[in-house]
């Protein structure tokens, strides 16, 4: 049973900075593509970044530039640097990880307002 738990959302103002970590139970990490979503208020749930088994990573084009996805795989835990934060970056984060099964955290709120 894979758990995976995220933290370090809150409350910024934009164009400041927060680090999202996900803290992953059990796997391997490296050996499968780990994903961050999000899902705002009255929206679907919406595709943010992935690094895969290789390392490779990508991006929506709504967070390009701006994001930057990465993983410590001794502390099985994987991070998303978010910066210059926009009002409509305003969402549930959750890690996501396909195995046999598929697993989501509970999400983490980030709230991005003056």
């Known amino acids: 049973q894979v758990q995976l738990v995220e933290s370090g959302g809150g409350l910024v103002q934009p164009g400041e900075s927060l680090r999202l970590s996900c803290a992953a139970t059990i796997i391997t990490m490296n050996l499968y593509t780990m994903e961050w979503y999000r899902q705002a208020p009255g929206k679907q749930r919406e595709f943010v970044s992935r690094?895969?088994?290789?390392?490779?990573?990508e991006y929506a084009d709504s967070v390009k530039g701006r994001f930057a996805i990465s993983r410590d795989s001794a502390k099985k835990t994987m991070y998303l640097q978010m910066n210059n934060l926009k009002p409509e970056d305003t969402a549930v984060y959750y890690c996501h990880i396909q195995l046999a099964n598929e697993y989501w955290g509970p999400g983490t709120q980030v709230t991005v307002s003056s």
């Open positions: 690094i895969t088994d290789k390392g490779n990573t």
